[in-house]
């Protein structure tokens, strides 16, 4: 059995990156959100008792937790603003 990935980010419809701490704090659960990496949907997992994250909806998937934070990394430097170079 392999370990979950407690994914702390997905993708909205949009196209936009979206951190599971913007979900809680706006309670948006009507979004589509999809993996990054094997564009599966996920659910945000909010609840009380164990860490926030996004989880497959599907137990079936395929993802590899390199490819996901490869891809996490790319767009989050890309997407962000580029402060630390000022």
Request: with cysteine; proline share 2%; net charge positive.
């Given at each position: 059995?392999?370990?979950?990935?407690?994914?702390?980010?997905?993708?909205?419809?949009?196209?936009?990156l979206?951190?599971?701490d913007?979900?809680?704090?706006?309670?948006?659960?009507?979004?589509?959100?999809?993996?990054?990496?094997?564009?599966?949907e996920?659910?945000?997992?909010?609840?009380?008792?164990?860490?926030?994250?996004?989880?497959?909806?599907?137990?079936?998937?395929?993802?590899?937790?390199?490819?996901?934070?490869?891809?996490?990394g790319?767009?989050?430097?890309?997407?962000?603003?580029?402060?630390?170079f000022?």
């Amino acid at each position: 059995m392999k370990k979950a990935i407690k994914y702390q980010f997905a993708e909205d419809t949009s196209g936009r990156l979206v951190s599971i701490d913007s979900i809680i704090k706006n309670e948006n659960h009507n979004e589509k959100y999809s993996c990054l990496d094997c564009k599966q949907e996920l659910i945000p997992k909010t609840g009380n008792i164990r860490v926030h994250h996004f989880s497959h909806k599907n137990e079936t998937y395929s993802c590899s937790k390199e490819t996901y934070l490869h891809e996490l990394g790319k767009r989050m430097f890309f997407e962000e603003p580029v402060s630390f170079f000022v």
